[in-house]
């Protein structure tokens, strides 16, 4: 079976006199592994998805004859996640890790593979305490994002928007708003793109109990979708909602 400590991929052992299984049935049960793994993710079942995403590294790597590539390094991102939500981020690190190593190999530094790593290694060492260490990781992706997307305001924006809301999503309220901050310092050609994240912002500091700026930030929302929506659209209709339950 695969090893389930983390830090290798053990090959499967199969029973019985049979001769060994056909590389299509290996891809088939990685497959199945993989989108187990999926599902129990989904569902709360983060021991089991932790196993089943492990399994199908080990089955995948038998598939392919070696640890590089891209559907391995997905499944070391599922355990990675898997482990996080357990709390067991000494495995979660140790998955991550090898997912960027994977995803250096294959698409070299500058990829989305290696920001989603980066971001993975900043969520666990930040809720692991390492603050100092949590801190480069998310400059490391703030630099690549920025070297990625180039002088495209636009995109750099919507790209630190979407990170904000990931790391909103997993509860990390204050790094959420330090990316809707940096999002909100570039000037987009898409005035929509403004608008979400100032109303992300306003809900993200209103979770950390900043009710004045997130109220301050909320009408800059409504007063964006008031102009380019109009008073009826449903989104400004939302943010009227906000307002006047703030």
Known sequence: AASTDGDS??????????????????????????????????????????????????????????????????????????????????????????????????GGFDCNEVVTAHMQLSTILLASGQVREGMKHMRAMQFLVQFMLGKNASAIAEAFMKIGSQYFELDRREEAVRFYREAAKYRTDDRIIDAAIASSSAIALAHLQKFEEACSCEKAAYQLYTTLLGEEHARTKQSSNTLLVS
């Open 9 to 106: 991929f053990a090959p499967c052992s199969f029973n019985g006199n049979v001769g060994s299984p056909s590389i299509y049935v290996l891809l088939a049960d990685a497959k199945a592994m993989y989108e187990a793994s999926h599902t129990h993710l989904n569902s709360g079942n983060f021991p089991l998805a932790s196993d089943y995403a492990q399994e199908a590294a080990a089955l995948y790597q038998r598939v392919v004859d070696t640890p590089l590539h891209s559907q391995i390094a997905k499944c070391l991102m599922l355990a990675s996640k898997a482990h996080l939500f357990i709390r067991d981020t000494d495995l979660a690190h140790s998955s991550t890790l090898k997912y960027l190593a994977v995803a250096v190999s294959l």
